[in-house]
């Protein structure tokens, strides 16, 4: 019937409202009916609406069997569920074993007639397609949220409650729960079961959950259960154990460009899907409508991938509430979801991104426009506060739609697009606001300031009328912007000056045409095309056609007697002259009038003439005419929508109906015809549906005949007669609407239809007919049937509708006891056949009669009522204590009873404290016990219920400050906070508790730099100097390890006691800007100091340059200016600080810090002119990088460390220990070892050697050491031995191999004897060479003497006495095979 159809958006906050089969068919509720979706990977197609349902659908699942796939149930708020077949689209059964509303639904995946309900107040209920048959049970009395049957046996039914409860039935034994799983802490919002049986998929170990096992599975297959819950956590669980073997935390994924919205934690929807053959991988919703895919089996921090990371904008931006996933034809499986955002997406589980986004309606669609610019483009006005843009041209998304928000807060009644200028869109809204919005830029809208007192119902670009018409045509706008509210005043905006005032066209009207009087409130206004003519429609009927610019008025049109509802002008382009001047125009008395102007425009009057006689009647709808639409494409045809629940279009000019279309449920507000295709009409109304369909594939051609076309066949008569009766509603009578079935209102639109325990409230609804709100509100309350309230007395109410004989005889019998000595026999007033009698008899009888009356309540559970019988009687102690009893103590029971005396209403305030805490009001208990001067057990309920806000607000109002409950209030709030990750509430709480230690150190948990510094901060201010100075200390090596040097320097400088760490990180920042001026190192500084720009050098030492800048910046000085204590104790600090151990796997940053702290030792002990301890706290920070580091590194470390190259220039005096000399003589071989290969590198051919320097430019010397070749030749010695015996020793360990193979093996030549012997010989030789030649290592001697002999060949750089001791040292310690090969060519 319809080619696109844009449905109804999804229910919320469901646990499982939508389903898909394995046929693609979806199947989702909408509102009270189920929307049925076809969908591929490529695309969708709406198919049918099943309506059956009162309340809310709250689930649906559809049949997994292959010989039923069809078949599907729904269930409701209304307590009903309902088996539909969806190929017929006809309702197959229903089901009303519930008493309140179902909130879970599943469909048994093994038994194909089992389908399982559950409602809110706990009770299950296990439904048989085949038979009818229905069995209830109630494993709990919780609030079920969820339930889900097990894909692996067919009698498990897992059910999650409100409470964060999960619990496990066996419906084959009547609900009898076989596991308890407790470990959530909120609601649960979706179970899902692994598709795979056992438990062999996952290996985590199980978690110390306080679960209870309750009964054992016995024979049940086991199996994996996942769980979603309010608290951000997914958990599964084994159902073998009842305990859960995975926690998994939802993650914070921050959007591109916005923050984090901080009341995410409190909209979530934790949806959990389990996909089919994937036991190893789990798809759960996020915090703003992501979707991830966890994997079960990874390790680490990172468990997930998100869905549609490829690209931007795939997600929901908002949270999910359903999946549901089928598998194709081509075996891809497709995933569907539905969020809040009003959006279907499909998604590939292949790539997981998304296929294919259905956009859906929220509200009534009330407006629908066409640009006249871009063509295809449809703007919707809907009643979910948004705006759409449809491109409906779109070759690759069918559904190509994009939304508008921004300030709208209410719902869009009215749309109109600017004539001439693309992209310009302006709106109206419910609240009264008129705004422009420009659709290609991504700027909020511009909002008049001159607001609507009631709703905005037509917008119009027309010229400009006076005053906003006077001004240079530079200044002023070509177009305005008008507006028509429900208060009946049409408003002219400045689009270039929305700021501005709007003027009220009203005053040109009254100053043109002399009126007086007081006019019409207006209801709608179009414009003619060609500017020149203004049709506005009023409330009394009457249209008015005033000429631009004056609004002189040429004609009154007196034919309608309804407010007029839609007013549309004939377009000019491409159509015949004589139509031009024709207005149509549509009222509430389902007539559409056609009025042709032509002689009226182009002859104007000199007086206003009046019409009574239409161009041409269009009649056929039943009810009241609400939108319009000339087709652009053919003269003289017209579309129309109305109240009856159709679309229509007529051939104007033949005066006869053309086609029909009755594809919407509910009434019609808006119609638009295509502006590219004459054959497509799109329509909009009450069911949240904009439908495009084909004027010549319709089947019918006239409306629907209906008791309305009736009653107006005789409306004369009608409406005399209830004239009498009732006032007239601005034209319509009520009695008329009574006899239609028609509601005077339209108060039956709700926005959001959403259950009564959602955290979103849902919108308040609007009524769109064009009048008064008091007038409609007291017609219904005349009109609506009141219901009768329930007797107190029923029992002797009943006894006055017998038969007559009887009420006369009762008559005489209350005469005889009346006006008698004694009652007539076996009449007892007020008691048994004579019960109604007491209300006439003596005050004994009445209690009688009372008594009686009481026990009638009882057996109907009406004890509200008895407690007002006995209120009656005075027995109020009574009343109080059975409405206690029976949990139906109420505010008004507790406010009566002091009049019972102190003692009674102290205990009726305790028993509803207790029924409170029940029904789980704890404010409300707190307040109760406050009124009976129990302080403290108010602040203990609140506390025991984490209610910490509300119970110190309590403490801090009525209790002294001192109180010690107060503290314990913060410091348990602060424990809760500080478990949830709430570090800075939690840090608050300690605070106001007094333990500002607690409160730095739960900040520094964060262990980020704005954390660390804010602890620190806070740990001054507190007096906490010692752990001010730990925590500023682990800010600032953070920073530094980021190179964010400034900072890192601000952070110490605010703790006086930092100093050595300052002067530590100076000569750090030193180092590291010198490594990357070199190049050897990346540069990567965050931020740096001036000081520090300046690299040492060439022939600068670090060691001035150290002592300029802690001189200038810092305030230490050489010992001659200030003494060397200050120095000394400097230095022991700086020795006592900790640093890392240097190993080959520690980062470059954390190497130069542990570098940087010897070489801020070296300098101090260089002020204090200690020449020993320079010389070894330099060997120190070179060896640093020696041991972590690359060559490079290393090289440039030396050579900021000795910039000349001579560690003699650094001796103030002669170095006086042993130690320091050795140290001095190893930093001089390694400096010559990094020069030995510079020249190496730098001529590689030999080229300026034999014209430059004869001499290397350093003393080799210091690397032909004797001593150290010795000791070096032993080691080389003890590893190769050490070699050969593991080689031997594992060669000899396969005791099971081939002994004929190890026979034919080579005989080595050293046995395992011999090479014990000749390790031990070496051991003997390396314990006698001196330890400090150990503690000194030097560079390889015979590596040194061969780049020697070398870059002896190439030039004669090489002294002759240095060849030859060279080639001594070769001769003489060149022991391993490599070496003897390298110096043959030298030693020949």
Request: charged fraction near 20%; proline fraction near 5%.
């Amino acid at each position: 019937m319809h080619e696109r159809l844009l449905p109804a958006s999804p229910n919320w906050y469901c646990s499982r409202c939508c389903d898909v089969n394995s046929s693609g068919l979806l199947g989702y509720g909408a509102k009270n009916v189920l929307n049925l979706i076809d969908v591929s990977a490529s695309t969708c197609r709406t198919v049918g609406v099943l309506a059956g349902h009162k309340g809310l659908v709250s689930g649906v699942s559809f049949c997994q069997d292959a010989t039923q796939t069809h078949i599907c149930a729904t269930s409701s708020c209304d307590g009903m569920v309902l088996f539909w077949d969806t190929n017929t689209q006809s309702l197959i059964r229903e089901d009303a074993a519930h008493q309140n509303p179902v909130t879970a639904l599943h469909w048994s995946p093994l038994d194909k007639n089992l389908v399982v309900s559950g409602d809110e107040k706990g009770i299950v209920v296990c439904h048989w397609y085949n038979t009818g048959d229905t069995a209830s049970y109630f494993p709990e009395p919780r609030n079920i949220i969820c339930l889900t049957c097990s894909p692996h046996t067919w009698n498990t039914v897992a059910v999650g409650y409100k409470d964060g409860m999960i619990v496990l039935i066996d419906v084959s034994k009547k609900g009898e729960v076989t596991h308890r799983l407790r470990g959530h802490d909120d609601d649960i919002h979706s179970l899902a079961w692994c598709p795979v049986a056992g438990e062999d998929a996952l290996y985590c170990q199980a978690e110390a959950v306080n679960a209870s096992n309750g009964m054992s599975a016995g024979e049940e297959k086991a199996c994996y259960l996942a769980s979603g819950s309010k608290d951000q956590t997914v958990k599964i669980w084994s159902t073998t154990t009842g305990k859960g073997v995975s926690t998994m935390k939802l993650p914070y994924l921050k959007r591109r460009g916005s923050a984090v919205d901080p009341t995410l934690k409190e909209r979530l929807w934790l949806n959990v899907h389990w996909p089919k053959g994937r036991p190893t991988q789990l798809v759960s919703s996020c915090f703003s409508g992501e979707l991830v895919m966890w994997d079960l089996t990874r390790t680490g921090k990172q468990k997930w991938t998100l869905f549609g990371s490829s690209s931007e904008g795939q997600n929901h931006s908002r949270i999910v509430f359903n999946t549901a996933s089928f598998i194709l034809q081509d075996g891809r499986e497709l995933l569907l979801s539905t969020s809040l955002d009003r959006e279907v997406k499909c998604w590939d589980m292949a790539s997981l991104d998304c296929c294919w986004t259905l956009p859906t309606l929220g509200g009534f669609a009330y407006s629908l426009n066409f640009s006249p610019v871009g063509t295809g483009c449809l703007a919707l006005g809907v009643g979910d506060n948004m705006i759409r843009v449809w491109n409906t041209m779109s070759a690759q998304n069918p559904y190509d739609m994009r939304c508008f928000w921004q300030g709208i807060k209410s719902k869009v009644t009215a749309l109109a697009w600017h004539p001439k200028r693309e992209g310009t869109l302006s709106f109206g809204t419910d609240d009264g606001k008129v705004g422009i919005y420009e659709v290609f830029s991504n700027k909020p809208p511009h909002i008049s300031s001159s607001y609507h007192k009631k709703t905005v119902y037509s917008l119009a670009w027309g010229p400009p009328l006076p005053p906003m018409s006077f001004g240079s045509s530079e200044a002023k706008a070509s177009y305005s912007l008008y507006s028509c509210a429900g208060e009946g005043v049409i408003l002219q905006h400045d689009p270039y000056k929305l700021s501005g005032d709007a003027s009220d066209i009203n005053k040109l009207i009254r100053e043109t045409n002399n009126i007086d009087h007081k006019l019409s409130p207006h209801t709608d206004l179009s414009w003619k095309p060609d500017g020149k003519v203004v049709a506005i429609g009023n409330e009394d009927g009457c249209i008015d056609v005033y000429q631009a610019p004056t609004l002189k008025l040429l004609c009154s049109i007196q034919q309608h007697h309804k407010i007029i509802n839609t007013l549309r002008w004939h377009p000019e382009h491409n159509h015949t002259q004589e139509l031009h001047a024709l207005l149509a125009s549509g009222s509430s008395n389902a007539i559409v009038y056609v009025h042709d102007l032509r002689s009226v425009i182009e002859n104007p009057p000199d007086s206003p003439l009046v019409l009574t006689e239409p161009y041409r009647r269009l009649c056929g709808h039943t009810s009241k005419i609400t939108g319009m639409s000339w087709s652009p494409h053919n003269s003289g045809k017209l579309a129309t929508v109305s109240y009856d629940g159709t679309a229509q279009v007529w051939d104007v000019q033949q005066e006869a109906a053309v086609s029909n279309y009755r594809g919407h449920v509910g009434y019609l507000l808006c119609v638009e015809w295509s502006p590219v295709d004459p054959d497509v009409v799109w329509t909009g109304g009450k069911d949240f549906t904009v439908q495009e369909w084909r004027v010549s594939k319709q089947e019918f051609t006239n409306p629907p005949k209906g008791k309305k076309m009736l009653d107006f066949k005789g409306k004369n008569k009608q409406k005399k007669k209830t004239k009498k009766e009732m006032p007239d509603l601005n034209g319509e009578s009520v009695a008329e609407v009574v006899a239609t079935g028609q509601e005077p209102s339209d108060d039956d639109e709700q926005v959001e239809v959403i259950p009564a325990n959602s955290p979103v409230p849902p919108a308040a609804s609007l009524a769109v007919q064009r009048k008064p709100s008091t007038v409609m509100k007291k017609a219904d309350s005349n009109v609506q049937k009141r219901k009768k309230a329930r007797s107190m007395l029923p029992v002797s109410t009943a006894m006055d509708h017998r038969p007559k004989e009887e009420l006369l005889q009762d008559c005489l019998t209350l005469a005889a006891i009346t006006h008698g000595s004694a009652p007539p026999a076996g009449c007892v007033p007020g008691q048994g056949e004579h019960v109604h009698l007491g209300l006439f008899s003596d005050r004994a009888a009445l209690h009688r009669m009372f008594d009686a009356e009481e026990e009638s309540h009882v057996e109907a559970d009406h004890f509200e009522s008895v407690v007002y019988l006995r209120l009656w009687s005075g027995d109020l102690e009574g009343a109080l204590q059975l409405a206690a009893e029976k949990g139906e103590l109420n505010d008004h029971l507790v406010s009566m009873a002091p009049m019972a005396g102190f003692k009674v209403w102290r205990s009726t305030v305790e028993r509803y404290v207790k029924q409170l805490c029940l029904q789980e009001q704890h404010l409300k208990a707190a307040s109760h016990l406050l009124s009976i001067n129990k302080l403290y057990e108010a602040v203990e309920l609140l506390r025991s219920h984490k209610l910490y806000r509300e119970a110190i607000a309590l403490v801090k109002a009525r209790l002294p400050a001192e109180d010690p409950v107060l503290k314990e209030l913060y410091t348990c709030w602060a424990a809760m906070l500080e478990k949830d990750g709430h570090f800075s509430s939690a840090a608050k709480c300690y605070v106001a508790a007094g333990a500002s230690f607690d409160a730095a150190k739960v900040i520094a948990r964060k262990n980020d730099v704005s954390s660390l510094r804010t602890a620190a901060a806070l740990a001054r201010v507190s007096g906490e100097s010692a752990l001010a100075q730990s925590l500023a200390l682990r800010c600032a090596k953070d920073l530094a390890s980021a190179r964010d040097w400034i900072a890192a320097q601000e952070v110490l400088a605010s703790q006086e006691s930092l100093l050595v760490h300052r002067l530590h990180l100076s000569i750090t920042e030193l180092m590291s800007a010198a490594l990357t001026q070199s190049g050897v190192v990346p540069a990567s500084t965050v931020s740096g100091h001036e000081w520090a720009a300046a690299a040492p050098s060439g022939d600068i030492r670090i060691l001035e340059r150290a002592q300029d800048i802690w001189s200038e910046h810092f305030g230490v000085f050489k010992v001659e200016s200030e003494g060397g204590g200050r120095l000394a104790e400097l230095l022991q600090e700086l020795k006592s600080v900790e640093s890392p151990r240097v190993t080959a796997s520690l980062p470059l940053t954390q190497v130069l810090l542990s570098s940087s702290l010897q070489v801020a030792c070296g300098v101090i002990s260089w002020l204090l002119g200690d020449g020993d301890q320079l010389m070894m706290e330099l060997w120190q920070a070179a060896s640093c990088f020696r041991e972590a580091t690359d060559f490079c590194v290393f090289a440039e470390i030396c050579r900021i460390l000795i910039p000349g190259g001579d560690v003699g220039a650094l001796k103030t005096n002669p170095l006086k220990s042993e130690d320091a000399r050795e140290a001095a003589g190893s930093l001089q071989a390694w400096v010559g070892y990094h020069r030995l290969y510079q020249c190496w590198w730098q001529r590689p051919d030999g080229e300026g050697l034999a014209n430059g320097d004869r001499w290397l430019g350093f003393d080799a010397a210091s690397l032909l050491s004797d001593t150290f070749a010795a000791y070096q030749a032993e080691q080389r010695s003890v590893g190769e031995i050490q070699r050969r015996l593991s080689a031997m020793v594992m060669q000899h360990s396969h005791s099971n191999g081939d002994e004929q193979e190890r026979h034919q093996q080579p005989q080595e030549e050293d046995t395992f004897l011999s090479l014990t012997v000749k390790m031990a010989t070496h051991q003997t030789q390396l314990a006698a060479i001196p330890d400090i030649i150990k503690s000194f290592p030097r560079p390889d001697v015979t590596e040194c003497c061969l780049v020697l002999l070398h870059l002896s060949q190439m030039s004669p750089c090489v002294p002759e006495s240095l060849q030859q001791e060279a080639k001594n040292l070769l001769r003489k310690y060149a022991t391993s095979a490599a070496l003897r090969k390298a110096s043959e060519r030298f030693l020949s």
